[in-house]
Every structure is written in C-alpha cells, then in structure tokens.
C-alpha cells in the first residue's frame, strides 16, 4: 500500500508533583510498591518504552514536568529518548517528537499573555532536552480556539494534532492534514488523528494484544474503508502511558508493530513534520473553539460542573479563587516589576532559561534590570519571578479532571497557589488571598468533606512557619 501510511502519536505527561519546600514528590497513595505516582509510571511505561527504542519509532510529545523529574531522578532514561529522536532527525531530517507548554493548562482558558509564556517556556524546553526546535506542539487535553493557535504561530510552530470532531467541516478527510487560519491572520497545519484507531488502541485491549492482529482485523480494515486516491496519512493517537502502564506490556505491541507487523503489511511509515515536508499543499478548514479532546462538552470539564462530572460543583469556585488570584498576583508583578526592569512580561518569558538550570536567579535578574539593584530588590524580583512560576503552575489542568476535590491533584493546585500566596507576601507585604478565601470556602469534597479554604489555609500556615 505505497499510498497508505501509518503513524502513531504517544502523549507522555505528568503533572506537577513536587513539593515547593523540599523540591520532591512526597509519598502517594496507591503507587505502592513505589513511593509516587510519577515514579511508578516510570517503571512500567517510560522506561520500558525507552529501553525498547519506541521513542525513535513513533511520534511523541513529552511534558516537561515529566521530563524535568526524569532528569533529576533517571537522567540516563532521558538521555535515552533524546537519543532516539536525534538519531530519527539526522535520518529523516525532521523530529518525530513535538514541543508542550510547560505546564499542562487548558489554553482557552488563558489569557493571551500566559498562552505566549507557557509556549515559550515549552520550546526553550524542548531545545534544551533535544538540542533543536521543534516543527508542531502538542496542545494540553487538545484543548483549543483560535487565539491559542495564534500562539503556537507566532512561535514559529508548524502544526498541532487535534481530534476530527474539533473541526467545522463535517465531511472532514482526516487522511489529510488541513490549514487553518488564526485570530491575527496567522496559519497553522492541523493533523485530525482518526478517532476509531485510536480509540481501539485507548480503550479495547483486545486490539492491541497482538500486533499482527491489529493490522490485518483494524488497521487494514479501516484503511479500506476510507479509500482515496493519491497518498493517506493514518493517524493514530493517545495517552503514551496506556503503552505499558494502562495496558501492561503494551510497549512491546507497539515496538512490535512499528518495527514489523506495519511493514510486513506493505503500509509506510511517516510523521506529521515528515508529511508536511513531503505534502505541503493542503486544503483550509476552520476549529470548533473551545473543545478538546477529552470531554464532549467543550472544555467546561476545566472549569464547572459537566456530563463528565455532574456532581462536582467544587470545580467552578476552584476555577474562580485561582483565577481571582492571578489577577491579584499579576496587578502587583506589573507594578513592582515595572520600576526594576523594563518589560516584567519579556522578563517573564525568558525565565524559562532559570527553570532551565542555564543562569541562576540572580544573574539574570541582574541581567535583564534596567540599573545597578540592591541585594533587596534583587530577592524582591526573585521572590516576584518564583510567584509567577507557582501561578502558573497551579493552573494544571489535572486539578479538575477528576471527580471530588480531596485528591492529590486539586491539593496540589491549592500548595502551589499557597506558596505563591506567600512569596507575594514576602514581596508586597500582603495576604493576596484573604479577599477571595469566600469563594474557596464554596469548594468542598463529597467523599471527605474537606474545604478549599481549610487545605488552602493549611498549607499557607506551613510556608509561614517554615520561612519564618
């Protein structure tokens, strides 16, 4: 099948873990034998995944909250996956991997100003783990609306991936990747993946058993039933923790069918930045906004109560709290910021090359100050520089994907936006949250009965106490 091709796209992401005091993932529940989440995943997914050379074979995005903890805690496994994608561009002359934002945040639902820095933060990322840009990104939840495209454009971003029911056109040829235009006139290439082959993959596990049998009794089927003249373009695409940790020993299916079984079938193998530079031309479509590709509803999974969830009104005053206080922590950012250095958003943009290890705090806020500052302002704009970090970094998506408000994930997001809480305090001398607390209080779980407020009190008594 010379005109039929294949490709799979792996998602690999965790979430923000870590402690803000002790910069380690504490000890979770359920992740027996091991002591974390992150860590028991690893074991069954990354690693093995790794070790099988998948990362050289299929098409990938890799968050860098999981990348940076790997680089911490299994840096020869990390080194191990840029290896492969380095030996797949200098063959192909393209990457088969693909940037994220650096924190995993539902992008419409952003404003412009932190869309452009967790891209930015995503890309300077990327080019530090794998040594060159990336061509496309890979959207959190594929959540998306026309200014988050915008971004990704003006980066300098070829294409994303996003599902066929995110599209206007309802005869969509997902064989084909389509142009769309965004909000400032920018465009941008979008892959449709094909929603059965990867819901197969994803959630029946007597598809990807065998990978012969997924072949001859899925892939060759669906092929056939989707005939066209000139060249196709399979796009299968999903969570790449269900290789191997959600589905055990599926790492070997996929090394299996991407090193035999495809190929043995007479299909071709490619990747999104490969077909482009094989296709450039393509026909133009428009988004669905504010959808994506895990809930039905739009985003509304990411911000109130929805089919997904019906029950969990605790989302909607999560929402509201953290995003009141963004406004709050970003009206005095702007005001201290501006007196000490010329732009405190370029400023922010750049701190990526902090998060990065390549400059310590001090020597690029001195770097970037638009005088000689003192030993106090220059601690005031790191204490600034960390809050917007932390303000960011509560925001994860992950927070209101599940069910109740008493788990790991919406505690996390209340730690982070505590510590933010205080390091602002520790710049401007006031408790930023204390107006908004109100709304918190609306937020409680069914299972526990745990408040917001009284987690997020918690842990703001526990970074007082600590600095203190």
């Known amino acids: 099948m010379p005109d039929k091709t294949f490709c799979v796209h792996g998602h690999f992401y965790q979430p923000p873990r870590l402690d803000p ?74 990457s088969n991997a693909m940037a994220q934002p650096y924190f995993h945040i539902i992008l419409p639902l952003a404003n412009p100003r932190d869309q452009r820095t967790l891209v930015r933060w995503g890309l300077q990322d990327f080019e530090r783990l794998f040594g060159h840009l990336p061509q496309g990104m890979w959207l959190p939840e594929t959540a998306v609306d026309l200014q988050s495209l915008d971004a990704l454009a003006e980066a300098g971003l070829d294409f994303t991936i996003l599902a066929p029911w995110q599209a206007q056109q309802p005869d969509l040829d997902i064989t084909q990747p389509y142009r769309v235009r965004t909000s400032s006139g920018h465009s941008i290439a979008v892959f449709f993946y094909n929603s059965f082959l990867s819901g197969e993959i994803s959630f029946n596990p007597a598809a990807s058993e065998n990978a012969e049998r997924f072949v001859s009794e899925w892939l060759l089927p669906q092929m056939a039933h989707m005939p066209r003249a000139g060249a196709q373009f399979f796009l299968a695409a999903s969570d790449g923790e269900l290789y191997g940790h959600h589905q055990p020993q599926r790492d070997m299916f996929l090394a299996h069918l991407l090193d ?53 009104t605790w989302k909607k005053p999560l929402r509201e709290f953290l995003e009141g206080l963004c406004l709050a922590i970003d009206a005095v950012y702007e005001e201290i910021g501006s007196g000490l250095v010329p732009d405190p958003w370029a400023l922010r943009d750049d701190y990526a090359r902090v998060l990065a290890r390549q400059v310590s705090a001090e020597e690029f806020v001195r770097s970037h100050a638009q005088r000689s500052l003192s030993t106090e302002e220059i601690a005031l704009l790191k204490n600034l520089l960390a809050a917007q970090h932390e303000r960011l970094r509560m925001l994860s998506s992950d927070a209101w994907f599940f069910y109740d408000l008493d788990r790991i994930e919406p505690l996390n997001a209340l ?20 107006p ?17 407020d009284m987690a997020f009190l918690s842990y703001l008594t526990r970074f007082e106490l600590h600095y203190a």
């Open 260 to 312: 035999g079984a495809v190929d043995a079938a007479g299909i071709r193998r490619s990747w999104p930045a490969l077909w482009l530079r094989q296709h450039p031309e393509m026909k133009k479509t428009r988004i669905l906004e504010n959808t994506s590709w895990s809930c039905l509803h739009g985003i509304e999974r990411w911000r109130d109560v929805c089919g997904d969830a019906p029950s969990a």
């Open 21 to 94: 005091l002790t910069g380690e993932i504490p000890q979770e529940y359920g992740a027996e034998p091991y002591s974390n989440w992150t860590e028991k995943i690893y074991q069954t997914c990354y690693l093995p995944n790794a070790q099988a050379g998948n990362f050289e074979k299929i098409s990938f995005n890799l968050g860098p909250t999981l990348s940076g903890w790997m680089e911490q805690q299994h840096p020869e496994t990390l080194r191990a996956i840029a290896r492969q994608e380095n030996a797949f561009q200098q063959r192909l002359g393209v």
């Open 415 to 434: 730690k982070y936006a505590a510590h933010a809480v205080h390091l602002m305090r520790l710049a401007c001398g006031r408790k930023l949250s204390q």
């Open 436 to 452: 908004l607390l109100p709304i918190l209080s609306q937020a409680h779980s069914r299972l526990s009965g745990l408040h917001g």
